[in-house]
């Protein structure tokens, strides 16, 4: 079943739900803020602040950052593209069985976009919701002239406690630390005790994230980067959509394409990037 449903100020999202999970959709940037499986809230987290406002990000759930990933060179142009503050159309809401609902929205490219980027494109973002979340993003050049990319789905992932957690599957990945601007080796299993922001390169295209109660685990296709983010305590005082005691409670596992990673697209032709979730708890 899926209903249109809007927050008191207007902005739209989308409910759906069948016997055994749901989920809500924003239709700006096609943004999934929440997911249920089981009638529990598990796998994705959101800011007890987050803000759902025209033109402005949500902090949590699965935000898109297209069609560039991070700062732009030109400062005045949106952090993490535009697709996250872009209204998505909806295009349809599938029934696969009683235990499976695909949604799918699309954005293509309007005057706005082309001031931003000036070209012709097409994202198709595809949800699936079941006992696992499935999420990927197709981006098709409909232009006459090749572009090129950067992106990530830049998942928040709701942990019970941060020190408690660990990411496999990046032992002996090199990264680039975007804290000290240097490339670095991940000798070990990570474990986080401290603000992290990094890009793993060439990582497991397999991770997953071992709490004392739960394990999580993530697969992505089409990707060879990936983003770990914990801004921690000092950093979380200058996010103002996140209460400073709500770092303990997420971590950011970005699939991407970025840095040697990022994508040409050629006229017609498309690429794809996708992340499935799951997770069993004890
Ligand atoms: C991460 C980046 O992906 O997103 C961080 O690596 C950034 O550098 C973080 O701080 C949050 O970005 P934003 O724009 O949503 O506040």
Redesign the pocket.
């Known amino acids: 079943m899926v209903e249109f449903k809007t927050f008191s100020n207007g902005f739209p999202y989308i409910e759906v739900t069948n016997s055994v999970s749901s989920a809500k959709i924003a239709l700006q940037g096609a943004h999934i803020f929440e997911y249920k499986k089981d009638g529990k809230n598990e796998l994705l987290w959101l800011s007890s602040l987050a803000q759902f406002e025209e033109n402005k ?1 949500i ?1 949590g759930g699965i ?1 898109i ?1 297209w069609p560039w ?2 700062p732009h060179s030109e400062p005045s142009l949106p ?2 593209g535009f697709a ?1 503050i872009s209204l998505f159309s909806f295009i349809s809401c599938d029934e696969k069985d009683d235990i499976t609902s695909v949604v799918t929205l699309k954005l293509t490219d309007s005057p706005k976009s082309k001031i931003l980027w000036d070209f012709s494109f097409e994202l198709l973002v595809t949800i699936s919701i079941s006992k696992e979340l499935y999420v990927s993003i197709k981006t098709t050049n409909t232009d006459i002239k090749e572009f090129k990319i950067t992106e ?1 789905l ?1 998942t928040y992932l709701n942990v019970e406690n941060i020190l408690d957690a660990e990411v496999f599957g990046v032992k002996k990945s090199t990264y680039f630390d ?1 804290l000290s601007k240097t490339m670095k080796v991940q000798k070990n299993d990570l474990h986080i005790d401290q603000e992290i ?3 793993y390169i060439n990582p497991n295209n397999k991770l997953t994230l071992k709490e004392k109660n739960r394990t999580i685990f993530l697969q992505n296709s089409h990707s060879n980067s990936l ?1 770990i ?1 914990n ?1 921690w305590r000092e ?1 979380v005082k200058s ?1 103002k959509d996140m209460q400073d005691h709500e770092y303990k409670n997420m971590l ?1 596992i ?1 699939s991407a394409n970025v840095l040697d990673d990022s994508k040409i697209v050629q006229p017609d032709r498309s690429i794809t990037l996708s992340l499935k979730l799951s997770s069993i708890s004890y």
Request: aromatic residues 10%; contains cysteine.
């Open positions: 990000p902090r935000p950052c990933f991070g952090q993490h996250r990530a830049h975007q922001d990094r890009i983003v983010w801004p950093k996010i950011c970005e």
